[in-house]
């Protein structure tokens, strides 16, 4: 290249600069001029469930599996599953978990991610079940963010396609109280 | 939410002073304990005397922007170093004994051990060095970690610098690298969003401390909750307000800006209900502390700052798996106060509340809003300030957004724009905070301990070349560092170590 690459002022500009040319220079308000490039990166993680395995595969069986812990004077029982009890320690057995719950908490993301940007605006919801000791987070459907609130009875549904990824289940308002 | 098995319910009391005991008890060289050290029984830790005692003997830092092309992270770190040791002659390279260096993300920087080019660049080899990191908490845990190279013996003299160049990928790229802070099985591919996890945590502090309360009379569900979140929106749009403008008079800070109430409340909503002035930015930045044993500190300077408290606490990754068990207790609370609480569940920090007890146990501190002249805490959102004031003591937990009403933590001479009848009861960010300073991750907890240093040094106009943030006579002061939804937090408590 003999051409120098373009100079800016403005950091916004040296990064649409950099998504069409791939570099510029920036020059700051002491003069100080720093040359910038594009420099891309991607991979693709082999990425193993290992003990969390059960649960995603259930999913595309249309089941929630969470743990529940196997000492006697535990019993704990955890709607995220976790392989070890975090309480006492105990190893954890599988458990099935009702599929009808309650909105602990929520919220509408306007803004995510660059990965999820697109899926704006979504519902985040955090639910909780009878009988159980912690909370599932998940994606809320089939709703506005005006008629959402907490307690407010929610079932689950289950992606008919899986991608063995905690979006293969989703929550929808209940048609019936939990 | 059903009641958690018996197994949960143990006070956390206990399990806290568990944690606390088990750090190395750094003691006098020369003396030995006669016995092992039992741990079974909860047993008050001896107050401040944990070691030698250590100093910070001065700082330094770079200003936070959204971006410092001009400069790679070796010479922000250059810069804050070269400002630290400007005017103290006798604290040369030579006298610095190692280093502790931290960064949040090796994502941001695509530099993997970045910390080991940082010392490289210091001229500190062969001298010894580990790089910190703990998401959002690596600046604290620097901190502390420099802390501890002098109180154990280790070290006379430990350089703690920290760093972040979060402008190296576009804002919503950024906000996926930090992301990845959270489950990547369970939390991170439903949308991998930071600003949603805080909105979920501050829709149920509203609903157990606002909709419970305030609107307790309003039987249409939907309706009081409503309500109770524009109730909660427009206190903390106040706190966004205060740091924003605290931060008019601080050169250092990113954003510095005038606003209103409505000005915050009409900003963009990023996550309901949080809209993106009460939010912090991504930056780029550094900060640099130095401690000592207190024979160097009278060596290097007449106006030491000592560290007399630290305490650090966790929980757990994900949000959802969060206890629902009993608060542990400050020293002015009773059990009968949180009798119907479940606690934390995902309203509240456990491990900002454990790290406040510790650091306050160590410090000899039983009444904070007495005992502080101010806190520097981590408002990466205006909802986690009020969630802090309760976490930390401040006032009870479910006070917080009365907290702010009184204005207990704004400053006495800035004008809000609104009344604040307590202010400067316990000013909390009067630097303006990371919601106006900025969060550049690694260097963020020492930038909190430089404002902290020059505070209680009585500084500030000198760093500042303005004296409108300086509190009168500042005595004792916290820093409070906090990483992702509460999973880690520290305190520390520094006190001026002269007479002025």
Redo the contacts between chains.
């Keep these: 290249m003999t051409a120098r690459p373009p100079v800016y002022e403005k ?1 916004r500009e ?2 649409e600069e950099l998504d069409r040319s791939g570099a510029a220079i ?1 020059r ?1 308000h ?1 003069g ?3 040359l ?1 490039i594009r ?1 891309p ?1 991607s991979i693709n993680y082999i ?1 193993s ?1 290992a003990e ?1 395995s059960e649960f ?1 595969l259930a999913l595309a069986d249309g089941k929630l599996r969470g743990s529940k ?1 196997t ?1 006697k ?8 599953p ?1 392989g070890h ?4 320690g105990a190893p954890t057995q599988w458990v099935d978990l009702p599929l009808k719950g309650r909105l ?14 697109k ?1 704006t605006p ?1 519902n ?1 919801a ?1 639910v ?12 809320l459907k089939d709703c506005t ?1 005006s ?1 959402l ?3 407010m009875p929610v079932e689950a549904r289950f992606s008919p396609t899986p991608k063995y ?3 293969d289940v989703w929550f929808v308002p209940a048609r019936s109280e939990a | 939410m059903a009641e958690p098995p018996a197994g949960s319910d143990k006070p956390y009391e206990a399990a806290a002073l568990g944690a606390a005991g088990s750090i190395m008890p750094a003691r006098s060289r020369t003396r030995t304990p006669r016995r092992p050290i039992r741990r079974k029984t909860a047993r008050p830790a001896a107050s401040g005397n944990r070691g030698r005692k250590v100093y910070m003997v001065t700082g330094g830092l770079t200003k936070f922007a959204k971006a410092h092309p001009a400069m790679d992270f070796r010479l922000m770190v250059r810069r804050a170093y070269d400002y630290a040791l400007k005017g103290i002659p006798n604290l040369t390279k030579d006298r610095i004994d190692g280093t502790r260096i931290s960064y949040f993300s090796d994502h941001f920087t695509r530099q993997l051990k970045a910390a080991s080019m940082v010392q490289d660049y210091l001229g500190m080899n062969p001298k010894g060095s580990v790089r910190i990191e703990w998401g959002g908490a690596t600046g604290g845990e620097c901190f502390q970690a420099g802390y501890e190279a002098v109180a154990s013996g280790r070290m006379d003299v430990c350089l703690a610098a920290g760093f972040e160049t979060m402008s190296r990928v576009a804002t919503w790229k950024g906000n996926e690298f930090i992301a990845l802070a959270s489950d990547t099985n369970y939390d991170f591919p439903l949308g991998g969003f930071y600003t949603g996890y805080y909105a979920l945590m501050v829709i149920r502090h509203i609903y157990e401390y606002i909709r419970r309360t305030k609107f307790a009379g309003i039987t249409d569900e939907r309706e009081a909750q409503r309500r109770a979140i524009a109730e909660g929106q427009r206190i903390m749009s106040k706190v966004s307000v205060k740091n924003h403008l605290n931060a008019l008079h601080n050169p250092y800070a990113q954003y510095p800006k005038r606003l209103t109430v409505e000005d915050v409340l009409r900003s963009e909503m990023i996550s309901y209900p949080l809209t993106r002035e009460q939010i912090c930015t991504m930056s780029d930045g550094a900060a640099v502390a130095i401690f000592c044993d207190e024979t160097r500190a009278r060596e290097f300077t007449d106006k030491p700052i000592r560290v007399i408290g630290v305490g650090t606490g966790t929980d757990t990754m994900r949000l959802a798996d969060r206890p629902f068990g009993r608060v542990p207790l400050m020293p002015r609370e009773k059990p009968s106060d949180y009798a119907d609480l479940k606690y934390p569940g995902v309203h509240s920090f456990r491990a900002g509340r454990a790290a406040g007890i510790e650091a306050y146990r160590m410090a000899g501190i039983t009444n904070p809003n007495r005992e502080l002249d101010f806190i520097e805490l981590h408002d990466a959102y205006a909802s986690s300030e009020i969630q802090t004031y309760e976490d930390l003591g401040l006032c009870k937990y479910g006070e917080g957004y009365d907290f702010v009403e009184r204005g207990d933590p704004f400053l006495k001479n800035v004008d809000y724009g609104f009344p604040v009848p307590n202010a400067g009861a316990i000013p909390v960010n009067p630097s303006g905070g990371l919601i106006a300073c900025g969060h550049p991750v690694g260097a963020t907890g020492l930038m909190q301990g430089v404002f902290a240093f020059w505070q209680l040094q009585g500084t500030i106009r000198k760093h500042f070349g303005d004296r409108a943030l300086q509190i009168p006579n500042a005595r004792r002061g916290a820093i409070h560092s906090h990483a992702g939804t509460g999973s880690a937090v520290t305190v520390s408590i520094l006190e001026r170590g002269f007479r002025p």
Excluded at chain 1, 104 to 117: I, M, N, V
């Design positions: 950091f040296v990064q920036f700051d002491d100080v001029e720093s910038v420099s990166y990425h469930y969390d995603f812990c000492a004077k535990c019993g704990y029982v955890y709607a995220t976790r009890c975090m309480e006492c602990h908490s929520w919220t509408t993301c306007h803004f995510g991610s660059e990965a999820f940007l899926e979504y985040l955090l909780e079940f009878d009988g159980v000791g912690s909370v599932l987070l998940a994606r963010e008629e609130y907490v307690g990824s905690i979006t």
